[in-house]
């Protein structure tokens, strides 16, 4: 079959279309015939980072691509929730290819009116967005709540997702995206190449921060009384993800000696939010906004795309076309 892998080159590693051995799944897991996979910040990060590669696989060398959607062509011998010709989605190591292997419990059934593009967009982005806004800020109706950084992968989904919850959005995003994250349901639009949303005299319940762009005062001064910050951007819009890390640090320990609560967050995969999430989807409250179409063997220039941090919604891998 045909795979995105990742090669040493004189610039350090790049992704390369190979043909491999069809993966055989583990007990546990389920093989999937993959139609579409979706391109996050990750992708570039692990490209970048052996290290994370080691760290994150708990292998030397995993294949490029996470977010996968696809039909059920086999299933490991302790599988019992999926069997061949299911249509699912959610996680794998490996999901730029033809055919992957994934845990059963990073999977869920795709709703039959939510095409394999869509389901395939949702898992990594989706996910942050619902728990972000769920679990870690308890979002409540009536809030207001800002999402810096609307216009992107999670952002979209995150503007969707706090409407759906009954708050009122304050979306952040560029010229070019206003009308974009207005039509996702903001009841406002903040362009932050004309106001900072730190210095409107605006105070917000809950920020979601996707850019990780301002300081710990700026974010202060921009919290109500009892609100609460939460950054998910930990790798980073800007270069590198160590000076966005340093800064979250650097919140968490200044965060003791205020009331408001600043937090940051790495979402978790688990098959009951990624249901979750197919019933926002198969409802209509939630549409995942694709912004660009990849063939298998443009990845790499599709992660290079979405490596520019201006991607508008998600990045489609259209894994049956090579
Ligand atoms: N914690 C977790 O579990 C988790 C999970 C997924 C992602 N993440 C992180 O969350 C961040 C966002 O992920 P993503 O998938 O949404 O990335 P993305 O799709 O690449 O985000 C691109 C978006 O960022 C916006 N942007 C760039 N500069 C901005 C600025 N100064 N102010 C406001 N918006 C700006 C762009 O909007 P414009 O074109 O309008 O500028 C673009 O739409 C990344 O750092 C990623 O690593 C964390």
Redesign the pocket.
């Known amino acids: 079959m045909k795979a995105i892998l990742y090669s040493k080159s004189d610039s350090g590693d790049v992704l390369q279309l190979e043909e491999i051995e069809k993966p055989v799944p583990a007990d546990n897991e389920v093989l999937i015939k993959v139609h579409a996979a979706s391109v996050?910040?990750?992708d570039y990060?692990l490209l970048k980072h052996a290290f994370l590669r080691r760290v994150m696989s708990g292998r030397k060398i995993a294949r490029p691509g996470r977010d996968v959607a696809g039909q059920v062509e086999a299933v490991g011998k302790d599988v019992t929730q999926f069997k061949p010709g299911d249509e699912v989605f959610g996680a794998s190591h490996g999901a730029f290819a033809e055919y992957t292997c994934a845990r059963e419990s990073a999977l869920a059934m795709k709703p039959p009116n939510v095409s394999f593009e869509q389901a395939a967009s949702s898992p990594?982005?989706g996910l942050?967005a619902l728990q972000?806004l769920r679990d870690k800020a308890q979002i409540q109706p009536g809030q207001k709540v800002l999402i810096?950084?609307?216009?992107?992968?999670?952002?979209t989904f995150a503007v969707q997702i706090a409407k759906s919850f009954g708050a009122e959005v304050t979306g952040?995003?560029?010229t070019?995206?206003v009308e974009l994250v207005r039509s996702l349901g903001a009841d406002h639009v903040i362009d932050?190449t004309r106001a900072d949303f730190t210095s409107t005299g605006q105070q917000y319940d809950v920020i979601y921060d996707?850019?990780?762009?301002h300081s710990f005062s700026e974010h202060k001064r921009a919290l109500t009384r009892n609100g609460i910050y939460i950054g998910?951007?930990?790798?980073?819009?800007h270069g590198s993800m160590f000076p966005?890390l340093a800064g979250q640090m650097t919140e968490l320990v200044l965060s003791a000696f205020v009331k408001q609560k600043f937090t940051?967050?790495?979402?978790k995969l688990n098959r009951e939010d990624l249901t979750a999430l197919g019933e926002l989807m198969e409802s209509g409250k939630v549409t995942p906004v694709i912004d660009r179409h990849y063939s298998l063997s443009e990845t790499a220039e599709a992660v290079r795309y979405?490596e520019e941090?201006?991607?508008?919604?998600?990045v489609i891998i259209d894994c049956r076309l090579a």
Do not use: Q
């Open positions: 996050n910040p990750l990060h990594v982005a942050t972000g810096n950084g609307a216009a992107g992968g999670v952002g952040v995003c560029s070019g995206n932050y996707l850019v990780a762009n998910a951007g930990i790798l980073g819009l966005v940051s967050f790495m979402a979405v941090r201006h991607a508008r919604g998600k």
